[in-house]
């Protein structure tokens, strides 16, 4: 039987952007409407979310990222899948390209 060749997609990605893309790993509050106890309540911990996309801006109050794109006739961009994440609340980010 012939060997099946791996195609590695990564090698074909061109960055046809002006943006890096970024891991990013941070912290976000978590919120409970319902009734529990104090062991209940103790166990609660902070979410731990991770993006991945390409960064829009950075600042000292916040990073903003988009994950899809949409390259206009014109040459300009239309994002979407955005997000603002407080600086302070960024554990780690990793640049991907």
């Known amino acids: 039987m012939p ?3 791996k195609f590695n997609i990564r ?3 061109t960055n ?3 943006y890096s ?3 990013v790993e941070w912290i ?4 409970d409407s319902g009734w529990a106890t104090e062991k209940e309540f103790d166990k609660m911990k902070l979410a731990r979310p991770v993006n991945e996309g ?11 990222l988009f994950a899809s794109y949409d390259r ?10 955005r997000t603002m994440i407080p600086r302070s609340w ?3 980010m990793t640049k991907l390209s």
Do not use: A, H, M
């Open 3 to 5: 060997r099946k060749r």
């Open 11 to 13: 090698n074909q990605i």
């Open 16 to 18: 046809d952007i002006p």
């Open 21 to 23: 893309k970024y891991r």
């Open 28 to 31: 976000d509050c978590v919120s």
């Open 54 to 64: 390409w960064l829009y801006s950075k600042d000292k109050k916040s990073i903003k």
């Open 72 to 81: 206009e006739d014109d040459g300009s961009f239309t994002f979407g899948d």
């Open 90 to 92: 960024v554990k780690k």
